[in-house]
C-alpha cells in the first residue's frame, strides 16, 4: 500500500495568488472552491473574506499533491509558518532544480542549493509567501 503525506498551506487573503504560483512553478492542475462557493457569511465568514479560498488542491502527479487555503479571521489562531519539503532521487534532478529556481523567485535563500556534506544536492529558502522550502536531490556519499 503507498501512502502519500500532502503539504496544506494556510495564509490570510493570499492562498488564490500563492497557489497559482505555485502551479506556474510546479505544473499540474490547481483546483479551488471559494468560501462564497459554500455559503459565505452564513459559514461566519466576514464579507471581505467571502471571495478567499476555502480549499485548494494542486495535483503535479501521482505523488505530488500540494493544497492550501485561507485563514478567515473569525477562525481563532493564525496561519502559521509553513514548512514544505520536496526530495527525489538524481533522475528528477532536472525536474527538481526547476522547481527551485521557479521557487526562488522573489525568495530568500537561506541554503543555495548545491552539495551538501552528505552527498546529497541541499536548498533552503523562503518564498515571498513566507513558506519555507527544503529541496533535496539524492546523491552519491562523498569519498574522502
Do not use: C
Amino acid at each position: 500500500m503507498a501512502i502519500n503525506l500532502n503539504p496544506y498551506i494556510n495564509w490570510r487573503g493570499q492562498a488564490r495568488e500563492a497557489m497559482a504560483f505555485y502551479q506556474s512553478v510546479l505544473g499540474g492542475e490547481l483546483t479551488m472552491m471559494t468560501f462564497a462557493d459554500m455559503g459565505g457569511t452564513a459559514m461566519g465568514v466576514a464579507e471581505s473574506e467571502v471571495d478567499w479560498v476555502m480549499h485548494s488542491s494542486l495535483s503535479v502527479s501521482d505523488a505530488v499533491l500540494l493544497m492550501g487555503a485561507d485563514h478567515p479571521s473569525h477562525v481563532p489562531g493564525e496561519p502559521q509558518t509553513q514548512q514544505v519539503s520536496i526530495s527525489g532521487p538524481a533522475e528528477d534532478e532536472a525536474t527538481l532544480r526547476a522547481w527551485w529556481e521557479g521557487l526562488s523567485e522573489g525568495a530568500t535563500v537561506h541554503q543555495p542549493l548545491e552539495k551538501a556534506p552528505w552527498g546529497d544536492t541541499f536548498g533552503m529558502l523562503s518564498d515571498k509567501y513566507g513558506v519555507d522550502w527544503l529541496v533535496n536531490i539524492a546523491g552519491a556519499p562523498s569519498e574522502g
